[in-house]
């Protein structure tokens, strides 16, 4: 039997959309996992270690892999809740009227929040896939860890652990989180989901609409889009941090590790950045339809819808990437002078301009790229949509 | 003066095609109060959507003083809006997160129209400026609406049942504003309703029947929004 809260079902549809949560989770996963098994797997050889030598680059493998997890794993971790919490409180805001009916015919909180349990499977696929990915990609990386054969031959072992604690785990947490803050984002009054309209503005913000009046139309919009979505923000801050660190890490690594690993960091920094800068955007244009629509009924044109949504974000990304490249520098200057401190061979970490001047034009390229397919997108919603209701 | 020959608008295509207007001509002269009538689903929305330049026709004509709209490219006709045109719908269409006087705004840019506040007093919303549209009743905001459309100085105002929402009394009043700022900025109104009372406000009343004009009619007297009565 079916219980009474049922009645609104999540579609998968609506699922399919966290898409986003699903890369994000895999590359996780995925890094996590290789690292981990190689950890795991190094850590059982620890006792046949003879030489000085081998016990020094024994030592730099394990930090390394623990630093790559705690590094990637928890930046990806942190992205993918935040990711989660912004879908579904974009998913309540979509769907406010339906909720608040539901509310309104009596439906506890609870009732309504124990569907959104159903946000949980994004992580599952992200990370099944990525965990399947990762023993995939492991006999080629543990070859490459130990390409010198300084250390004895390392096997594969499969460890249920990690499936627990990087698949199963992160699951059950998710779907948990999502229910919690369904049923939190639901705590307010019926009448406040079922109107239309936003509840009333925070009073400072109030007295700052106030103060200056002679702002235009467009200036006050971009300011607008700006605040109401501070999320969003982040993203795109995210999404050029990542473009930016991951590419530039990608080619020290050549140096310091391996190609493949350079390949790989280079893959996931340029997936990472596509899916949420996408996402981002997409986002906005959605949530500005009608603003857009009304903009160009009344006969503002497209250079100025674009203008007025999407130039507010430039300079974030731009932010976004001078974080990333400081952030990589910084990582890179503490794995170099702390991890491989005593390995021989590591060549000293110095900043690389030429690569960060390269990284920033490709940026700046694939940047302006989607923001033009975006305005054509603009362009394409048409003045009848405000009225399709 | 607005003419407007033989236009022809359909939806879908294959079997699916359904023809919405069927040749449509009329003439509208600048000042007049147009009010088209008819039943739900003849066309009035489309006709009105088409000959604001909301939608591009078929076939046929839109000749506003010599200018043929239909001939404009998307973005000579989004210029074309921005000049002439202003638009007042059934749901208001306010930004939510905006207040009352950056709504106006919103139209008052359009035209560089520095005394905007001027039109927010005319529709009695001075004390409400800084309130978002969700802290004000329907009629308020549908006088917003009318607030934002006059503010950008348009030569035509087209309506789609600008009362729809609200109930009589509002309703007057909102229409009422309306006629005020008509005599005041002499443009052109043409407005859908199903409100045969306020077709009496009207000196043009166009009645159509699954996409054709069946009947024009002038009227001799405007009448205000009061002296009617409804
Ligand atoms: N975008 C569209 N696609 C397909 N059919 C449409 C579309 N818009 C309108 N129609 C059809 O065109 C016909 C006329 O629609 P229109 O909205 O102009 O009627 P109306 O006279 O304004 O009706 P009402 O008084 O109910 O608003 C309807 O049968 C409708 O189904
Ligand atoms: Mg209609």
Same mark, same amino acid.
């Not at chain 1, 001047?357 to 397919?373: A, H, N």
């Given at each position: 039997?079916?219980?009474?809260?049922?009645?609104?079902?999540?579609?998968?549809?609506?699922?399919?959309?966290?898409?986003?949560?699903?890369?994000?989770?895999?590359?996780?996963?995925?890094?996590?996992?290789?690292?981990?098994?190689?950890?795991?797997?190094?850590?059982?050889?620890?006792?046949?270690?003879?030489?000085?030598?081998?016990?020094?680059?024994?030592?730099?493998?394990?930090?390394?892999?623990?630093?790559?997890?705690?590094?990637?794993?928890?930046?990806?971790?942190?992205?993918?809740?935040?990711?989660?919490?912004?879908?579904?409180?974009?998913?309540?805001?979509?769907?406010?009227?339906?909720?608040?009916?539901?509310?309104?015919?009596?439906?506890?909180?609870?009732?309504?929040?124990?569907?959104?349990?159903?946000?949980?499977?994004?992580?599952?696929?992200?990370?099944?896939?990525?965990?399947?990915?990762?023993?995939?990609?492991?006999?080629?990386?543990?070859?490459?860890?130990?390409?010198?054969?300084?250390?004895?031959?390392?096997?594969?072992?499969?460890?249920?652990?990690?499936?627990?604690?990087?698949?199963?785990?992160?699951?059950?947490?998710?779907?948990?989180?999502?229910?919690?803050?369904?049923?939190?984002?639901?705590?307010?009054?019926?009448?406040?989901?079922?109107?239309?309209?936003?509840?009333?503005?925070?009073?400072?913000?109030?007295?700052?609409?106030?103060?200056?009046?002679?702002?235009?139309?467009?200036?006050?919009?971009?300011?607008?889009?700006?605040?109401?979505?501070?999320?969003?923000?982040?993203?795109?801050?995210?999404?050029?941090?990542?473009?930016?660190?991951?590419?530039?890490?990608?080619?020290?690594?050549?140096?310091?590790?391996?190609?493949?690993?350079?390949?790989?960091?280079?893959?996931?920094?340029?997936?990472?950045?596509?899916?949420?800068?996408?996402?981002?955007?997409?986002?906005?244009?959605?949530?500005?339809?009608?603003?857009?629509?009304?903009?160009?009924?009344?006969?503002?044109?497209?250079?100025?819808?674009?203008?007025?949504?999407?130039?507010?974000?430039?300079?974030?990304?731009?932010?976004?990437?001078?974080?990333?490249?400081?952030?990589?520098?910084?990582?890179?200057?503490?794995?170099?002078?702390?991890?491989?401190?005593?390995?021989?061979?590591?060549?000293?970490?110095?900043?690389?301009?030429?690569?960060?001047?390269?990284?920033?034009?490709?940026?700046?390229?694939?940047?302006?790229?989607?923001?033009?397919?975006?305005?054509?997108?603009?362009?394409?919603?048409?003045?009848?949509?405000?009225?399709?209701? | 003066?607005?003419?407007?020959?033989?236009?022809?608008?359909?939806?879908?295509?294959?079997?699916?095609?359904?023809?919405?207007?069927?040749?449509?001509?009329?003439?509208?002269?600048?000042?007049?109060?147009?009010?088209?009538?008819?039943?739900?689903?003849?066309?009035?929305?489309?006709? *009105?959507?088409?000959?604001?330049?909301? !939608? +591009?026709?078929?076939?046929?004509?839109?000749?506003?003083? /010599? =200018?043929?709209?239909? #001939?404009?490219?998307?973005?000579?006709?989004?210029?074309?809006?921005?000049?002439?045109?202003?638009?007042?719908?059934?749901?208001?269409? *306010?930004?939510?997160?905006?207040?009352? !006087? +950056?709504?106006?705004?919103?139209?008052?840019?359009?035209? /560089? =129209?520095?005394?905007? #506040?001027?039109?927010?007093?005319?529709?009695?919303?001075?004390?409400?400026?800084?309130?978002?549209?969700?802290?004000?009743?329907?009629?308020?905001?549908?006088?917003?609406?009318?607030? +934002?459309?006059?503010?950008?100085?348009?030569?035509?105002?087209?309506?789609?049942?600008?009362?729809?929402?609200?109930?009589?009394?509002?309703?007057?009043?909102?229409?009422?504003?309306?006629?005020?700022?008509?005599?005041?900025?002499?443009?052109?109104?043409?407005?859908?309703?199903?409100?045969?009372?306020?077709?009496?406000?009207?000196?043009?009343?166009?009645?159509?029947?699954?996409?054709?004009?069946?009947?024009?009619?002038?009227?001799?007297?405007?009448?205000?929004?009061?002296?009617?009565?409804?």
């Amino acid at each position: 039997m079916r219980s009474a809260g049922d009645t609104m079902v999540i579609g998968i549809k609506d699922i399919s959309k966290l898409i986003g949560i699903s890369i994000i989770a895999c590359c996780a996963v995925l890094v996590c996992t290789m690292f981990l098994n190689f950890y795991f797997d190094v850590y059982q050889i620890k006792d046949i270690l003879s030489s000085e030598h081998e016990r020094i680059f024994y030592n730099a493998q394990v930090s390394t892999a623990k630093v790559v997890c705690i590094v990637s794993g928890g930046c990806l971790l942190i992205t993918s809740v935040i990711t989660l919490l912004f879908h579904i409180k974009h998913y309540i805001d979509i769907h406010k009227k339906e909720l608040g009916i539901l509310k309104a015919l009596g439906y506890s909180n609870v009732k309504i929040a124990r569907n959104f349990w159903i946000f949980g499977i994004s992580i599952f696929v992200g990370a099944a896939i990525g965990f399947a990915g990762a023993f995939i990609l492991m006999p080629s990386f543990y070859k490459l860890q130990n390409k010198d054969k300084i250390l004895p031959e390392i096997y594969i072992h499969f460890h249920v652990d990690i499936l627990l604690y990087l698949v199963l785990l992160p699951t059950a947490a998710f779907a948990a989180l999502s229910i919690i803050y369904a049923c939190f984002k639901l705590k307010k009054p019926v009448i406040n989901l079922l109107k239309d309209n936003l509840q009333a503005k925070s009073k400072t913000e109030k007295k700052m609409s106030g103060r200056i009046t002679d702002r235009s139309f467009i200036d006050d919009l971009k300011r607008n889009t700006l605040s109401s979505r501070k999320s969003l923000v982040f993203f795109i801050m995210f999404a050029s941090f990542c473009f930016s660190a991951m590419t530039q890490m990608s080619a020290s690594m050549r140096d310091l590790s391996s190609t493949m690993m350079a390949g790989m960091i280079l893959i996931i920094g340029i997936i990472l950045a596509c899916t949420t800068l996408f996402l981002a955007i997409t986002t906005v244009i959605k949530g500005n339809t009608k603003t857009i629509a009304m903009m160009r009924v009344f006969g503002y044109s497209q250079k100025e819808c674009c203008r007025s949504l999407l130039g507010c974000y430039r300079p974030v990304s731009y932010i976004g990437f001078a974080l990333g490249t400081v952030y990589q520098y910084a990582l890179l200057r503490i794995m170099v002078d702390i991890v491989f401190r005593e390995i021989d061979g590591v060549p000293p970490y110095k900043f690389d301009f030429p690569v960060m001047m390269i990284s920033l034009v490709f940026f700046i390229v694939i940047y302006e790229i989607v923001m033009y397919c975006y305005s054509e997108k603009i362009k394409k919603i048409s003045v009848k949509e405000i009225m399709a209701e | 003066m607005i003419e407007i020959n033989e236009i022809t608008k359909s939806y879908g295509n294959g079997d699916n095609k359904f023809q919405v207007l069927k040749g449509i001509s009329t003439k509208i002269c600048d000042g007049d109060f147009v009010v088209i009538l008819g039943a739900s689903g003849s066309g009035k929305s489309t006709f *009105l959507n088409v000959m604001s330049g909301l !939608e +591009r026709p078929d076939n046929g004509n839109i000749i506003y003083n /010599g =200018n043929d709209i239909t #001939k404009l490219s998307d973005n000579a006709l989004t210029e074309f809006r921005r000049k002439t045109v202003a638009f007042i719908f059934q749901q208001y269409y *306010l930004l939510p997160n905006m207040t009352v !006087e +950056r709504n106006v705004r919103m139209g008052a840019d359009l035209a /560089g =129209n520095s005394d905007y #506040k001027d039109i927010i007093k005319a529709v009695g919303l001075e004390n409400e400026m800084k309130k978002y549209p969700s802290e004000l009743s329907g009629g308020q905001q549908q006088r917003v609406s009318v607030a +934002r459309a006059l503010a950008k100085k348009p030569e035509v105002l087209f309506l789609d049942e600008p009362t729809g929402a609200l109930d009589e009394q509002t309703g007057r009043q909102v229409l009422d504003y309306i006629c005020k700022l008509q005599m005041e900025y002499k443009f052109t109104i043409v407005m859908v309703t199903h409100n045969i009372n306020i077709a009496e406000m009207a000196n043009t009343v166009i009645k159509m029947n699954s996409g054709k004009i069946t009947q024009i009619n002038t009227n001799e007297k405007q009448k205000t929004a009061y002296e009617i009565g409804w």
